[in-house]
């Protein structure tokens, strides 16, 4: 199985000045755990920010999720995987980077992003709620 049978095309962006409130609000109301932050997409350059970022840089630490932005919290050196690497590859890989999701990129086109979650539901070992 490769990447492109079990990732997501499903994209959500926040602006890098944008507050740590601003992408909560926008995660909530979308239902997404991770957002990806455009640096320089000509360049396919990305950042992500995700749920844990929030709770481990903002929220444990008792800062103001107001006052932080997410250029102060996102992950600019992200692990990334093309759409026709394997399956198992990707998931070794998130297992050795403690990462839980990676952004898909077809040449510099960002074109996915897989998780964890993608991968056991791809693989049968977790259901998808009905």
Known sequence: MKVK?????????????????????LMAENNM?????????SA?????VT?????????????????????AIMNSALFSVAPSD????AAKMMDEKNVAGMPV??????????TMWDILIALGVHGKAS
């Open 5 to 25: 049978d079990a990732m997501s095309t499903r994209i959500m962006f926040v602006k890098s000045d944008a507050t740590a409130a601003q992408a909560m609000k």
């Open 33 to 41: 755990r991770r957002l990806m932050v455009d640096i320089d997409a």
């Open 44 to 48: 396919g350059s990305y950042g992500a």
């Open 51 to 71: 749920v844990r970022d929030m709770i481990s840089k903002v929220i444990a630490p008792g800062l103001d999720a107001a006052k932080v932005r997410v250029d």
């Open 86 to 89: 394997d399956l198992q590859a």
């Open 105 to 114: 990129f077809d040449g510099k086109k960002l074109v996915g992003v897989i």
